[in-house]
């Protein structure tokens, strides 16, 4: 079956980005009954009929056909099939903050993983700014290929997921496509993943950043702290 689209750079709606993790129907079905359904049930296959005629959601329960077109339409908006998509195509080596994102580049498109970038740099003025970028979200909002192509380096401003201005002691945060901001009485400033829910904790002395998560900082020139924190939201098959 083959799905056209004709404006395929239209954003699909929030609610159905999370499509991209169900690899087919059943698997969208099954994460929408609970253990106590498959208690009382004891069959999986009644277990997703209930869930696909609406009886375990809030709202419309897609169909097999809207979920093959609805998955194929937000992958086609995330990785667009289009030759040199990628902002990183043609880059060989650089800066060690071009390369680490470059190699992150297509993992964060097509949903694998969602990078989330920390930046610590000088502005003019002797400003000290800080910040926190959602990669895969960047990557849809900004130009990247200055950044590869022209040694450009990119800035997190007062849009992204956090920015910090010193100087001002002026802070801002914001949620993005991928991530909720939350503060944790505990923990501080804290991202979950609008996917599967979890938590991303980017404090560095933080002993864990979270489930399926991990934290590198990368030496490089072009900043004075530049820190990775990769989450995987699905494998390769």
Same mark, same amino acid.
């Given at each position: 079956?083959?799905?056209?689209?004709?404006?395929?750079?239209?954003?699909?709606?929030?609610? +159905?980005?999370?499509?991209?993790?169900?690899?087919?129907?059943?698997?969208?079905?099954?994460?929408?009954?609970?253990?106590?359904?498959? $208690?009382?049930?004891?069959?999986?296959?009644? $277990? !997703?009929?209930?869930?696909?005629?609406?009886?375990?959601?809030?709202?419309?329960?897609?169909?097999?056909?809207?979920?093959?077109?609805?998955?194929? &339409?937000?992958?086609?908006?995330?990785?667009?099939?289009?030759?040199?998509?990628?902002?990183?195509?043609?880059?060989?080596?650089?800066?060690?903050?071009?390369?680490?994102?470059?190699?992150?580049? !297509?993992?964060?498109?097509?949903?694998?993983?969602?990078?989330?970038?920390?930046?610590?740099?000088?502005?003019?003025?002797?400003? +000290?700014?800080?910040?926190?970028?959602?990669?895969?979200?960047?990557?849809?909002?900004?130009? =990247?290929?200055?950044?590869? &192509?022209?040694?450009?380096?990119?800035?997190?401003?007062?849009?992204?997921?956090?920015?910090?201005? =010193? &100087?001002?002691?002026?802070?801002?945060?914001?949620?993005?496509?991928?991530? &909720?901001?939350?503060?944790?009485?505990?923990?501080?400033?804290?991202?979950?993943?609008?996917?599967?829910?979890?938590?991303?904790?980017?404090?560095?002395?933080?002993?864990?950043?979270?489930?399926?998560?991990?934290?590198?900082?990368?030496?490089?020139?072009?900043?004075?702290?530049?820190?990775?924190?990769?989450?995987?939201?699905?494998?390769?098959?």
């Amino acid at each position: 079956m083959q799905f056209t689209f004709d404006r395929p750079e239209e954003k699909p709606p929030l609610t +159905e980005f999370d499509l991209i993790n169900y690899e087919t129907y059943e698997d969208y079905l099954d994460s929408l009954y609970n253990d106590l359904d498959r $208690c009382y049930l004891q069959d999986t296959n009644m $277990c !997703r009929k209930i869930a696909e005629f609406g009886y375990r959601r809030d709202g419309n329960t897609f169909s097999r056909q809207e979920f093959e077109q609805k998955r194929k &339409k937000v992958q086609f908006y995330l990785s667009p099939l289009k030759p040199n998509i990628n902002a990183s195509t043609g880059f060989r080596f650089g800066d060690a903050a071009q390369n680490a994102l470059a190699l992150r580049e !297509r993992a964060n498109r097509t949903g694998i993983m969602t990078t989330i970038i920390f930046i610590n740099y000088t502005a003019s003025n002797d400003r +000290e700014i800080s910040g926190y970028i959602d990669y895969a979200h960047s990557l849809i909002k900004k130009d =990247w290929k200055k950044f590869f &192509k022209e040694n450009q380096p990119m800035y997190p401003d007062r849009y992204d997921l956090g920015f910090y201005n =010193w &100087k001002k002691d002026a802070t801002v945060i914001n949620d993005s496509l991928y991530y &909720k901001t939350l503060m944790s009485p505990t923990k501080g400033l804290v991202f979950q993943n609008k996917f599967d829910r979890m938590l991303i904790v980017p404090d560095p002395f933080a002993i864990i950043p979270g489930q399926k998560t991990t934290r590198v900082r990368v030496r490089t020139k072009m900043y004075n702290n530049f820190v990775l924190i990769d989450h995987i939201l699905r494998s390769r098959k």
